[in-house]
């Protein structure tokens, strides 16, 4: 079965750049979305098809998707970007997502 | 305003069933893919089961031959029959809908706890 993997955990320090990986056996060859989940909400997209933003999502948020990773890049890092990250993509009609990766803005 | 809400969650033994049901307004279920994502408590979010506006459906492998996903016009709302549960099956369980632009998921419910246990 298909697997997308991600780190853990990452810190960055508020104003800096997060880079969230997520990998997966020729990911750029299908679309990557991401979510946000903080503790006790519903996940949330930041990032559908690789690259795009819903509305309402801050600019500092942005995706890029090649080869066999997906990164999601939240660029001036702020406190309230504190989440789970979890990257998903589809494989022959099933769904998969990514363990996910709790960021720290510490 | 689209907006999905989940019931039907709650303490089941080992080998029972249950049948979750998700409410949605603002759209219609039908003319939409929607799907149910779980997760575990303390744990990641796993995909479970979608369908289609045709009605075809597919499903997680975990759950393939016990779940079986469906729909009501009528009342439009999703629902997710669970058969033969297992202790690992315990999680919140999540109803959200594609997005009709692509295959991501625009809207979630608050989502309904499971709990499968002795």
């Known amino acids: 079965s298909y697997e997308l993997t991600q780190p853990p955990s990452v810190s960055v320090s508020p104003g800096q750049t997060a880079t969230l990986t997520c990998s997966g056996d020729?990911?750029?060859?299908?679309?990557a979305s991401w979510y946000q989940q903080k503790p006790g909400q519903s996940p949330m997209v930041v990032i559908y098809q690789d690259n795009k933003r819903p509305s309402g999502i801050p600019e500092r948020f942005s995706g890029s998707n090649s080869g066999n990773t997906a990164t999601l890049t939240i660029t001036g890092t702020q406190a309230i970007d504190e989440a789970d990250y979890y990257c998903?993509?589809?494989?022959?009609?099933?769904?998969?997502f990514g363990g996910g990766t709790k960021l720290t803005v510490v | 305003e689209v907006q999905l809400e989940e019931s039907g969650g709650g303490l089941i033994q080992p080998g029972g069933s249950l049948r979750l049901s998700c409410a949605a307004s603002g759209f219609t279920v039908s003319t939409n893919y929607m799907t149910w994502v779980r997760q575990a408590p303390g744990k990641g979010l796993e995909w479970v089961s979608v369908?289609?506006?045709?009605?075809?459906?597919d499903y997680a492998d975990s759950v393939k031959g016990r779940f079986t996903i469906s729909r009501d016009n009528f009342s439009n709302s999703l629902y997710l029959q669970m058969n033969s549960l297992r202790v690992e099956d315990t999680a919140v369980y999540y109803c959200?809908?594609?997005?009709?632009?692509?295959?991501?998921?625009?809207?979630w419910g608050q989502g309904t706890l499971v709990t499968v246990s002795s």
């Open positions: 998903q993509a589809w494989e022959s009609s099933t769904g998969v």
């Open positions: 369908i289609y506006d045709g009605g075809i459906a």
């Open positions: 959200a809908r594609v997005a009709s632009s692509g295959w991501w998921f625009d809207h």
């Open positions: 020729n990911l750029g060859e299908r679309y």
